[in-house]
């Protein structure tokens, strides 16, 4: 070791990744990796004084959907202010390669209706300097960034680069079709994709209201994609379906037959539905089975309610189905509060709002029940009697004039909160067992996308200051070693998540009782003044990736030592 270190990080009590107890430790940093947990008497060019401080491996996210974002920018943002070193894109099918050129706005619409990324933003920021799923990779290579990621192959993009106008049209896919798909995704998984994503899901659908591609992609095909993946060795499958309706354990057996067949690793989406309260515990029970059974399947879960936020400022609100909004809804934001703060709009509004409720989106517009007040600092465990519903009944009015009043408030920048999963019994009960399941990983935060409606990419941040601590359900290490040990192996990176000698210096330096999250805000910065929603973090004194600062107090440092992740990476010797 030489006498002076890149990086030393003092006193800390060091979370090694594992789940074992906290550790009175320095962590020794030099060319990138660690390379000592103990006592380091060298000094560092640049040294953290960590006392007081839980330091702890970089958070890996596996679901998020930056895939125009890290063309454009240079940051992950805002995944990368809750402590996240590497984030996994290109989950649920959607993605931008490969492509042809007469598809490019195709896929611009799928990803702009299943993920509420502006398709304006999307139109200006993507250069298309690509083709294939390698050229692509090359592309983002080619941008420096704060933190590592890695891209997945998106079934919808290689279905309509194979099939073109007959994927949009749901049409079965031919031998040729198969063969040729399959050819791909065994060049894009040698090429560096992390593994290949698709979508089962009948909420998936472009702007136009076209269904995803993959929709009704057979068996056959999705096997024909899955053998790909074996071929080359290497990958994962990540899948999201529904799970609806009578053939559960059916649609669950495709997902262990393509796991079985391929011997790849395969991770789905699962959360706790309001309509079928209890289902999910037969998915992880079917789960479980698997993994006995020498499989390697695990459920994404979220630690919280999924579900989104509705304001005068984001793609949703309470009035959005009411004429009389619908015919200020384009106005300036601050001309729009000025028209709803005169005594004839606002009288309208609640006239028609209990009409709008017919649309099957007004109907969850007004399901009051479900919709909460958010608070400050936000709140997303409010319980039953912080909905507009309890609110409204305990002071007598209507709970459309609660809502009205709670979105206006702060000139109008207001927001209410409303789970459509995981808050069935308005409690996060459902959430907390399945984090503890053997067979889950958490993910679903989804960074980069839903920007007008939700911010769920201060996950990482909510899972230690909500379940972790003395008033949460589990210890602070093993809910370290959740998002970071476990997240790095379900996509197949066993070189960093872990705080040890060799192992690839992402780390996070956090004051555990000053974690939290500041209530999200509205940001116009997108290509094309795009707007996202974004989330600050309380309680990170300091993120680094590859040993080099990137966030000191929540403020960037100004270093871009985030690289592309070509596929599995191995642990070091």
């Keep these: 070791m030489s006498s002076t270190l890149d990086l030393v990080i ?56 930056y895939d125009g974002q890290a063309v454009w920018d240079q940051r992950f943002a805002p995944s990368s202010w809750h402590g996240v070193t590497t984030a996994v894109m290109g989950n649920c099918g959607v993605g931008f390669a490969p492509v042809r050129k007469q598809d490019r706005d195709r896929l611009i619409d799928l990803m702009e209706g299943v993920e509420d990324i502006p398709g304006v933003a999307l139109q200006e920021g993507l250069d298309w300097a690509w083709e294939s799923f390698s050229d692509y990779l090359d592309a983002l290579e080619r941008k420096p960034h704060d933190i590592d990621f890695g891209a997945q192959l998106p079934h919808a993009a290689l279905r309509v680069y194979v099939m073109g106008e007959r994927a949009s ?15 791909l995704t065994t060049e894009a998984m040698r090429a560096g994709a992390i593994g290949f994503s698709t979508s089962r899901s009948i909420n998936h659908k472009s702007i136009k209201g076209t269904p995803t591609p993959t929709l009704k992609a057979s068996e056959e095909e999705l096997m024909a994609i899955a053998m790909g993946v074996k071929d080359a060795g290497r990958g ?12 559960v354990d ?18 789905f989406s699962l ?80 006239r028609e709002l209990p009409h709008s409720g017919k649309t099957p989106l007004g109907m969850r517009l007004v399901e009051f029940t479900n919709i909460f007040a958010f608070g400050n600092p936000p709140e997303y465990d409010p319980g039953p009697e912080k909905s507009v519903a309890a609110i409204a009944a305990r002071e007598g009015r209507e709970p459309g004039e609660v809502a009205y009043d709670l979105m206006m408030a702060d000139d109008g920048h207001g927001m209410l909160y409303s789970p459509f ?3 069935a019994d308005r409690s996060l009960d459902a959430c907390g067992d399945m984090i503890a399941h053997p067979d889950t990983v958490i993910g679903l935060g989804d960074g980069g996308a839903h920007v007008g409606l939700v911010c769920d990419s201060s996950f990482q941040t909510f899972v230690l200051s909500h379940w972790g601590g003395e008033k949460g359900r589990f210890d602070l290490p093993w809910l370290i070693k959740r998002q970071s040990h476990d997240t790095a192996r379900a996509v197949g990176l066993s070189d960093r998540g872990v705080i040890a000698p060799g192992m690839k210096a992402d780390i996070n330096v956090l004051n555990p009782d000053a974690l939290g999250m500041a209530v999200p805000h509205m940001q116009f910065d997108l290509p094309a003044g795009g707007r996202r929603l974004m989330q600050r973090a309380q309680g990170y004194a300091a993120t680094i990736v590859s040993g080099t600062p990137v966030y000191r107090h929540g403020e960037a440092t100004g270093a871009l030592p985030g690289r592309l992740v070509r596929g599995p990476q191995n642990a070091p010797a």
């Design 10 to 65: 003092r006193g800390g009590a060091v979370a090694d990744g594992l789940g074992g107890p906290l550790v009175q430790a320095d962590v020794a940093i030099d060319k990138g990796v660690i390379v000592q947990v103990g006592k380091v008497t060298a000094q560092g060019r640049e040294e953290i004084d960590a006392r007081h401080h839980m330091v702890a491996p970089g958070f890996v996210d596996i679901h998020t959907h």
């Design 169 to 183: 049209r749901l049409e079965i896919a031919t031998a040729e079709d198969r063969a040729r798909m399959r050819t």
């Design 236 to 247: 994962v499958l990540q899948m999201i379906t529904d799970f609806d309706g009578e053939d």
């Design 250 to 267: 059916g649609e669950f057996q495709l997902m262990r037959r393509l796991t079985e067949a391929s011997g790849r690793p395969l991770s």
């Design 271 to 350: 959360m706790q539905k309001h309509k079928n309260p209890r289902g999910w515990q037969r998915i992880l029970e079917l789960t479980r089975q698997a993994n006995q059974d020498g499989l390697r399947m695990l459920a994404q879960v979220a630690p919280r309610g999924v579900g989104i936020m509705l304001g005068l400022q984001g793609s949703r609100n309470v009035f959005s189905e009411c004429p009389s909004y619908q015919a200020i809804a384009e106005l300036p934001f601050a001309e729009r509060v000025a028209r709803m703060r005169q005594p004839e709009v606002r009288a309208a509004l609640l």
């Design 421 to 423: 999963a995981n808050y």
